[in-house]
């Protein structure tokens, strides 16, 4: 017969759109069993697409989670941790000095090369001076801020976060983009969900295949919602935030059914880190079964919701039990745009489009890092603690507490408990609470702790930490200058340069 192939011409680019959630947990969705079912929108995409039940992100807290996502990278080796302290967690508050840095390939700068267009709406975090901008490493639009929404700010002490589109300062949080800390009302998320709608709709119309990184904050302490939404949910503010986010993708995705593009357009669904307990349960969510949240390398505070959301390629009510990072959305989204990761450097990713098209199962380890330390790694469904730390008595004794109402004895200790020569060993299939660690004594332990050990040895030969981005505090370096301020006639100054160390408690 007549082969008709030639006429078809190449297949159209792949669109990406990844859906970053900030201190969203595990156990937030209905899909992944949260009682109030108050998520529609997010199980019908699981329903029709596929669920990650063991999907982890690179760091507990969200610049490092962030930088890892976009370079697929551990933060180790792509800058984003501190040497202030062992083990600290650190992230880019306003007075930062680093940032993401060039040496870095992030996602849409590779996309570029296969002729997409980029855009990134919500929080940047990767740093906010202005070679740290998003425009100068991939991102060809932004709206939204370098940080998240905290404050208000005096703007003597410290001014008000800014809000950009693009190049420009178009406004600030508190002032021109309002947040009621009262009520808890704020439109951000209608602004963002309008954004997506119509960069999706301008590049449709452009035939341009485009990166989507619609990386909102609504759920981030403190959390806000629209109108419409406050008081509409079992679950309190926090409930409130997640069903308008639910509502979100839901428009979004049925914009992407409406344009014809569904079947074009990869969507992915996660969050940056685990729930925040530590603002939970008024504004914080939860992390189902598992340990602790944010802020810790238990399973709480790593292992994220997850779903791909695919027409006409993934199979409908698919269950995956690869263990994925969010560092393979950088190797996944280069395979769909049919490019080759970096072969310069060291990517931790791997592509996933085997296990979501396939079925395949691919063995690989995660490795949980907090700050410079290798704290876990989990291989097949174990899990082994080279060292335990939750926080310290002196924040825990102030009400901090990142495992409220579960303290496990030995395990969510309040010193860092070295365990390099006898890791605490924990069966995650039997024991996803993290409550029961195997005994040492048996061929169990043994034997899951020798083949761990073993991938602890390559893994640390071949790893070359890189310059650490979040050691430095100025507050000269924060967003002092407000937009139009040649108008009002005023320009609020820094106050002498005074660089510092970041202390960083946790």
Known sequence: PLCLCWALGPAAATNILLLLM???????????????????????????????????????????SRAALLTG??????????????????????????????????????LKKAGYTNKIIGKWHLGHQPQFHPLRHGFDEWFGSPNCHFGPYDNRERPNIPVYRDWEMVGRYYEDF???????????????????????????????????????????????????????????????????????????????????????????????NGAAL???????????????????????GMREPAIAWWPGHIPAGGVSHQLGSVMDLFSTSL????????????????????????????????????????????????????????????????????????????VTTHT??????????????????EKYPLSFASEEYQQAVEHISGLVQQHKATLVPGQPQLNVCDQAVMNWSPPGCEKLGKCLKAPESDPQKCSWPH
């Open 278 to 300: 530590i603002s939970a349960p008024r504004q914080g969510g939860s992390n189902g079964p598992f340990l602790c949240g944010k802020q810790t390398t238990f399973e709480g």
């Open 416 to 433: 860092q408990e070295e365990h390099t020569y006898l890791p605490l060993l924990f069966h995650l299939g039997r024991d996803p609470g």
């Open 73 to 110: 990278r551990l933060p180790v080796r792509n800058g984003f941790y501190t040497t202030n302290g062992h083990a600290r967690n650190a992230y880019t508050p306003q007075d930062v000095v680093g940032g993401i840095p060039d040496s870095e390939l992030l996602l849409p700068e590779l």
């Open 335 to 410: 395979s769909l745009a049919g490019l080759q990761p970096p072969s310069d450097r060291q990517i931790d990713g791997i592509d996933l489009l085997p296990a979501i098209l396939q079925g395949q199962l691919i063995d690989r380890p995660i490795f949980y890092y907090r700050g410079n330390e290798l704290m876990a790694v989990r291989a097949g469904l174990y899990k082994a603690h080279y060292w335990t730390w939750s926080n310290s008595w002196e924040e825990h004794s102030k009400g901090i507490d990142f495992c409220p109402g579960q303290s496990v004895a030995g």
């Open 178 to 272: 309002k947040i009621d800390l009262k009520t808890g009302e704020a439109n951000l998320t209608q602004l963002y969900l309008q954004e997506a709608l119509d960069f999706i709709s301008k590049q449709q119309a452009s035939q341009q295949p485009f990166f989507l990184y619609w990386a909102i904050d609504a759920t981030h302490a403190p959390v806000y919602a629209s109108k419409q939404f406050l008081g509409t949910s079992q679950r309190g503010l926090y409930g409130d935030a997640v069903r308008e986010i639910d509502d979100s993708v839901g428009k979004i995705l049925k914009h992407l059914q409406q344009l014809g593009i569904s079947e074009d357009t990869f969507v992915f669904f996660t969050s940056d």
């Open 22 to 64: 900030d201190d969203m947990g595990w156990g937030d969705l209905g899909a992944f069993g949260e009682p109030s079912k108050e998520t529609p929108n997010l199980d019908q995409m699981a329903a029709e697409g596929m669920l990650f039940l063991d999907f982890y992100t690179a760091n507990p807290l969200c610049s490092p």
